[in-house]
Nanobody
Framework: EVQLQASGGGLVQAGGSLSLSCVAS????????MTWVHQAPGKEAEWVAG????????AYNESVKGRFTISRDNAANTLFLQMNSLKPEDTGNYYC?????????????WGQGTLVTVSS
């Protein structure tokens, strides 16, 4: 069973930073591309960033490019998202997900989210 536990969310002022982490279990983490998904209140989920199995290749939604950095530690089965220069529109739940690095994976491969709130 895929288990993904995200943490690190919180309340921050616009322009601030947060670091999200996601600990994976129940599958071979180092063999899986990983993705971060953002869902703002009342809106559809959107793909934020993805990373390949080894961590050498990354991809970002244009809305976060230059502000967010995705990375992974395969030895620790952990995915990261460094979020800088946060904007109010970044508010919402952030989920880590197992699967394709370029599109939103199927819902059953998402973990529990962590809530990010950016005040203006």
């Amino acid at each position: 069973e895929v288990q993904l536990q995200a943490s690190g969310g919180g309340l921050v002022q616009a322009g601030g930073s947060l670091s999200l982490s996601c600990v994976a279990s129940g599958f071979t983490f180092e063999a899986s591309s990983m993705t971060w998904v953002h869902q703002a209140p009342g809106k559809e989920a959107e793909w934020v960033a993805g990373i390949n199995r080894g961590g050498e290749n990354t991809a970002y939604n244009e809305s976060v490019k230059g502000r967010f950095t995705i990375s992974r530690d395969n030895a620790a089965n952990t995915l990261f998202l460094q979020m800088n220069s946060l904007k109010p529109e970044d508010t919402g739940n952030y989920y880590c997900a197992k699967g394709s690095m370029l599109v939103i994976p199927i819902r059953r491969n998402w973990g529990q989210g962590t809530l990010v709130t950016v005040s203006s």
